[in-house]
């Protein structure tokens, strides 16, 4: 970056940590096509990965610094980081978006990592890929999801800098709710207020805000908002993936607008101590199914429509690992993740609650500020 | 949705000439990994996509509405769809997220299209890719790449609707820039001005905004803000890709800061130029190289490190077709596309121009408020 977002020795050690693993698991590179994976081993940050017209490639050696096969347009933005070693194409290409150049930078390399697993994707025409395996042959392609997962699971605290800052950011904007929201406003209104709220508190952008409202709790929690408006005795929740400098938080907030009924103040309370238990538990050593069997032991439920109770938080909105009755992944000190256990009152009326933490040697660190046990009411 | 973004005509019709290129193509079946697919075939939308946890599939059949195998998570909003069919599964899942339930839904077909060439990504981990294509192994997978492009890039007048609302709301936003901007403003303040702005005018969101500033011209087209003051003297930049109900503008505006040495008013004035000789012939019939080379000439250059000059506008920020010298896609009514020729000033100095059209039987209607040649002038 002009400005880049860490220091260069973040980007070096993560490289190395990198490398002692893929040493360890038999790969001599990494490949990837992604952007979290692009910018956690260069520091490349930009808003163009939302065009899905070229491809972008990065990869790790065994030893050195990694490798950039990015189009031409990205040559001077690249340049800015820590990497040396760029190969560009033009792009679009009439035949080749960069797979000829690809296929050389690989050559030399026999057992080439890639993210296959769970929670990857491939950001590349699968016929190039098809066409850079067959010009590779002679090399193994194996899944390198759990590596890279593992490293990027646990944030340095530079990044927990940034993480914080966002939830800073984000619990500030919630602070503001009783100005920004009101019975009679259509739901439209009350994301677009927010979403300037979180800007002009200092967030850089707001790529995911969801949330709902409804007597008694809310339908779902990924719906965009519409034309429905705010009602007197409505739950009102809003989750929010706000970010800054490239890093998200994820959590959400829950408002009774004039009066909150019995069901609405229990399952709040509910949620809040679920999130205690789980908070009480989260030590280096305990797991992610520990703090889940945690979480679903105060609400009284299985797993349920949402499937987990929370999950990794970083450079994306959700990231490994996931907390599940079958995710074993053992907790390290410096892992942010949301807790976010939810309650169905009824058909179609649940309740979702979210905060963020550190794993810490001992007490988890905060990062939001907590929502206390009583439901925040917003007068009508 | 609850409150759909189109009628439900809208769908079966993009559903029926699929099904009509697929006859012809040979196809008994698609199948999509991706948002704007999914979205393009079903209206369903939501901000839940930014979660990389969880795969969506959609099967488009030969004939009949497509079937969704989903996370359960979504099975409330998939069903306030006009889709019918909805499978789901639970997700995450300890060893099968929806791979099982997917093959069972596309075991009746024997050719399956794929989007698999240029743009496409494959949002599913690679390794349930090649199972579903191991548990499916009497099938053939063709590359449906340029069939979804074909019918994607002609827009209906729902579409263009939404994209003319949007695009109104970026014009009224950049004739706020005078108000907004100002010499000795850092450009993460420039951008936040603006991104809020964009919000107030109407915008849903702001995916993408980049831009730049310096004397003479600025650096490149993808970066993020910076710290960086805007300096008297100064030409910014901002090109805005914000949305409304899913729809993207992409357009971007220059302002000189104080004054606009000659370089930059001849530079704006003959970009200005290109974009009314690419206008001049944007017809049915003519070819997006035709619309390339017309600006190339005016602008003096080849391709040069952006490498096209304009590019499909829809769904996403960038889409089908590529105004390049060797894309000979023949225009149609209902195209909508940016034009976007850019020039260089100097070493690491340029400047980019870009308006939003749609192809009509006739002259092209612009959806942007065009910008006259004269850059404008924000005082000091």
Known sequence: MDEA??????????????????????????????????????????????????????????????????????????????????????????????????????????????????????????????????RLSGAEFLDASSLVQGLRMVKSENEIAQLREICRIGSAGFTRAPALFRAGQPLKEVFRAFRIELLTQGADDVPYLVGGA????????????????????????????????????????????????????????????????????????????DLYRAMAAGIGQAEGDVGRLGHGLGMQLTEAPSLTGFDETVLKEGMVLTLEPSLTLGPGKMMVHEENIVVRDGEPEFLTSRAGPDIPVIPA
Chains 1, 2 share one sequence.
């Open 5 to 134: 977002d860490f220091p260069e020795e973040e980007f070096a050690t993560r490289t190395e940590k990198a490398q002692r693993a893929m040493a360890a698991a038999g790969m001599d590179a990494l490949f990837f096509t992604t952007e979290p994976e692009v910018r956690y081993f260069t520091g490349f940050r930009t808003l163009f990965w939302q065009s899905p017209t070229r491809p972008w490639f990065l990869v790790v050696p065994a030893s050195g610094k990694p490798v950039a096969v990015i189009p031409q347009i990205g040559a001077r933005l690249m340049a800015s980081t820590w990497i040396d070693d760029i190969r560009t194409f033009s792009a679009p290409h009439p035949v080749d978006d960069g797979i000829g150049l690809l296929a050389e930078v690989l050559a030399p390399y026999s057992a080439i990592g890639v993210p296959m697993g769970r929670e990857s994707a491939l950001r590349m025409p699968l016929k190039d890929f098809q066409s850079l395996r067959d």
């Open 214 to 289: 409804g007597r008694d709790g809310y339908g779902d929690v990924i719906s965009p908002a519409t034309d429905q408006t705010l009602q007197p005795g409505d739950v009102l929740m809003l989750d929010t993936g706000a970010t800054r400098n490239g890093y998200f938080c994820d959590f959400d907030r829950n408002y009774a607008i004039g009066t909150a009924s019995e069901p609405v103040k229990r399952g709040h309370a509910t949620l809040v101590d679920a999130v205690s238990a789980a908070a009480a538990i989260a030590r280096p050593g305990r797991t992610c199914a």
